[in-house]
């Protein structure tokens, strides 16, 4: 009776370590609502699962909640309701002193690129070692190398104004991925980009997913979608209305 019991306990300790192991993402019920003079429900009710090496997009109209799960994911805001786990860690849980480290093992790109103007390609990608306090001979090494990754490795002494919006998203992606993330929250990557352009940076996203990094990116780019079939979940009023693997818009 014992080691039955111990077999029991072991099997679902294995099985617990193994969903933890094997899934990135969790969503339990989780529910957002902005207070103010109307309640809006951003999201409601969403339950989900992403495993490692994924690439997931999420698709929905504009005001579907597409943007706000992304915040949730990188941990911007709480939700008012449910629990999310990344790597079985519970999000709503985190301290605030323990954020900046939660965030450094993820990676983000978004549509408005957010680079610092005054900056070169060069400082922009290192910026992100430099705040976790990178030595300076490994940003020197690390920084050349992730952007002839995407292409870039001839413009690392330019300014942000003289690149292509296109060529823009690529340091984006550089420095998303200079820290070696196990999670890349990719928000409308290729909103302001020509189709032409917006498969290039698809492209690199998928290169980089072959290598192991899961990728969860927002999108309204039908294009794409139907053209990667990668996983989709659709959101509609703040809740799922379809996840469907190899799917399209």
Do not use: W
């Not at 969790?26 to 339950?47: H, P």
């Amino acid at each position: 009776m014992l080691v039955l019991y111990y077999i029991i306990s072991n099997t679902r300790y294995n099985q617990l370590y193994k969903d933890v192991v094997i899934k990135m993402i969790q969503m339990f019920n989780v529910s957002k609502t902005y207070e103010g003079d109307v309640l809006v429900k951003a999201l409601d009710d969403i339950s989900l699962h992403i495993k490692k090496g994924e690439f997931v997009f999420i698709v929905g109209p504009s005001g579907a909640g597409k943007s706000t799960l992304m915040r949730l994911m990188i941990r911007e805001e709480v939700p008012s309701k449910g629990q999310i786990m990344v790597e079985g860690r519970s999000l709503p849980r985190l301290r605030q002193r323990e954020i900046p480290h939660y965030r450094r093992k993820i990676g983000t790109v978004f549509q408005d690129f957010k680079l610092l103007m005054d900056r070169t390609i060069f400082e922009n990608v290192a910026f992100t070692l430099e705040a976790i306090e990178t030595s300076r001979s490994e940003i020197k090494a690390r920084v050349p190398s992730v952007l002839e990754l995407v292409g870039l490795k001839d413009k690392m002494s330019c300014y942000p104004h003289q690149l292509s919006g296109g060529q823009q998203q690529r340091v984006c992606i550089a420095r998303a991925i200079v820290n070696d993330p196990l999670l890349i929250i990719a928000d409308e990557p290729t909103g302001n980009l020509d189709p032409e352009t917006s498969r290039e940076i698809m492209n690199i996203l998928l290169a980089i997913n072959k290598r192991g990094t899961t990728i969860v990116t927002a999108t309204h780019d039908k294009e794409m979608v139907d053209l990667m079939k990668k996983r989709v979940i659709a959101l509609s009023s703040g809740r799922i209305v379809r996840d469907e693997e190899r799917g399209g818009y």
